[in-house]
């Protein structure tokens, strides 16, 4: 079975920080897909990136970047320069090749002081 | 293009009746899941549909069941209704096809909340 681990439930920085949300997968496949999400108040999952289990190479877009490592199962979050428009509940999730089924982590919120 | 959307978006019931929730999927998209969430179980998958036929099923009761139409939008029903039946019920299409065993990004409607009493 497959499992993923956010261990912030709550983080809270000032508006311009940075600030990482961490994400740690469990699986014993070697073809697998991770995702973030957000979900802001109105409740909408938002798509933000994937990541397929072959490519380990990080990614950044915009304010935004990833660092997926498989020596710790870990796709880690990284969001550049804060914004109060970035507070939300983010969630990584994870589903192996072929199937649609995603397996959600329970989330971090995270919350921009203005 | 337009996004997934769901109806209704709010709905209280109570207890024992029962419910259907509605959801299309992006235009092409041919795969739909459902998900739950709960405050106290997280995020959890309900089951996927694909060319009317349920492709994949979660852990739940037999009182949820879904079906999908040939115009790739689905249904889902839950009878019976119980207290922790409460729930953002969310949908998801995705472009993945048969005898495509890749997997494709998920895009999530706005959700139903379900409220029982």
């Known amino acids: 079975a497959q499992k993923v681990t956010q261990a912030q439930t709550e983080i809270s920085v000032v508006e311009k920080e940075d600030v990482t949300l961490d994400c740690v997968y469990e699986t014993r496949d070697t073809t697998y897909y991770l995702f973030w999400y957000k979900q802001p108040p109105s409740g909408e999952l938002v798509f933000l990136i994937r990541?397929?289990?072959?490519?380990?190479q990080n990614e950044i877009s915009g304010r935004y970047s990833w660092n997926f490592q498989k020596s710790t199962s870990s796709f880690n979050f990284t969001i550049t320069a804060s914004q109060v428009v970035d507070s939300a509940v983010y969630f990584c999730?994870?589903?192996?090749?072929?199937?649609?089924?995603?397996?959600f982590g329970t989330g971090t919120r995270l919350t921009i002081i203005p | 293009k337009a996004g997934v959307t769901q109806t209704p978006r709010y709905l209280i019931k109570t207890r024992g009746q029962q419910v259907t929730l509605s959801c299309s999927p992006i235009s092409g998209h041919r795969s739909v899941s459902w998900y739950q969430q709960t405050p106290g179980q997280g995020l959890q998958f309900l089951f996927e549909y694909f060319s009317e036929t349920q492709r994949n099923k979660g852990n739940f009761p037999g009182r949820f069941s879904g079906r999908q139409f040939s115009n790739s939008r689905s249904e889902m029903n839950v009878s019976t209704l119980e207290l922790g039946d409460s729930a953002l019920y969310l949908c998801?299409?995705?472009?993945?096809?048969?005898?495509?065993?890749?997997?494709?990004?998920?895009?999530f409607g706005p959700g139903t909340r379900l409220t029982v009493l």
């Open positions: 998801a299409s995705s472009s993945a096809g048969t005898g495509w065993r890749g997997t494709d990004t998920q895009y």
């Open positions: 999730a994870l589903t192996l090749f072929g199937n649609e089924k995603l397996t």
């Open positions: 990541r397929n289990s072959f490519d380990e």
